[in-house]
Structures are given as structure tokens and as C-alpha cells.
């Protein structure tokens, strides 16, 4: 009891040295991604949030459907990235940095699929303050 007693206290004190306090959450915005789901189907594209703060953007995305989709982001000024084409029944990661507040515009362009609907809106918000 004893012994493990000053253990937890140990390592308590380890990881009070290693994390100096507030620096982990205060380095957060920058470092970590926001992760976004991003569904595919014909002819939708479906975004899990309606909006993001702004910086890196981690879209989680997956094709539900027969075809192959890609996913072209574009933005305030001009603002476009292009992203992965994704398979049929398969997914991909992409990150991608979305700096500037505004309405941003999820799309797929192949083919026609974005005349046929295969858009979504994506804001993205000034960081909260720490
Ligand atoms: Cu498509």
C-alpha cells in the first residue's frame, strides 16, 4: 500500500515536470487538426460538422458509393484545394488548411457529379481565444 502509494505520487510528479501547466492545451490549436467525417454517395457529399476554427482541417473521408468521387475544397479569395480521389467503398485522410474565416465549399468535381449536387457548405470560424 505504501510502496504504491508513492508510486502514483511519482509518477504524478513525472508528468507534472514533463507538462508544464496550460502549455499542452495553449499549443493545441496550432499542432492538432480538426477532424471532419465526410460522407460521399451519389450524388451527396455530406460533411459530419457545419463548422470548424479555422487552421488545419483533417477530413475523415469515405465513399459510400459506386463511383469514384474526389473532393476539391474552395474558399474566401480565390481559395481552392485539390484533395484524393476516393474509391468506391473505400476512404482517405486529407488535411488541408483552411486559415481564413469564411464559407467554404466541399465538392466533387469529377465528371458531372457537381452539377448533379455533389457540393456542401463548410464555415470556418475565428479560433476561440485561451
Ligand atoms: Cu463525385
Given amino acids: 500500500m505504501r510502496l504504491s502509494r508513492s508510486l502514483l505520487a511519482a509518477s504524478l510528479l513525472v508528468v ?40 488545419a482541417v483533417k477530413l475523415n473521408i469515405r465513399n459510400y458509393g459506386e463511383d ?13 484545394a485539390v484533395g484524393p480521389n476516393v474509391d468506391s467503398g473505400s476512404g482517405a485522410t486529407w488535411t488541408v488548411k483552411l486559415r481564413r474565416p469564411g464559407t467554404y465549399s466541399l465538392l466533387c468535381t469529377r ?8 457540393k456542401a457548405k463548410l464555415k470556418v470560424v475565428k479560433p476561440k481565444k485561451k
Fill in 16 to 55: 507534472m515536470l514533463a507538462v508544464p501547466a496550460g502549455s499542452a492545451l495553449a499549443i493545441r490549436p496550432e499542432t492538432q487538426p480538426t477532424a471532419v467525417g465526410v460522407a460521399q454517395r451519389e450524388f451527396h457529399i455530406t460533411p459530419y460538422r457545419r463548422s470548424v476554427p479555422a487552421g
Fill in 68 to 80: 469514384v468521387h474526389n473532393i476539391v475544397v474552395r474558399g474566401p479569395r480565390g481559395f481552392t
Fill in 111 to 118: 465528371a458531372n457529379h457537381l452539377k448533379l449536387g455533389m
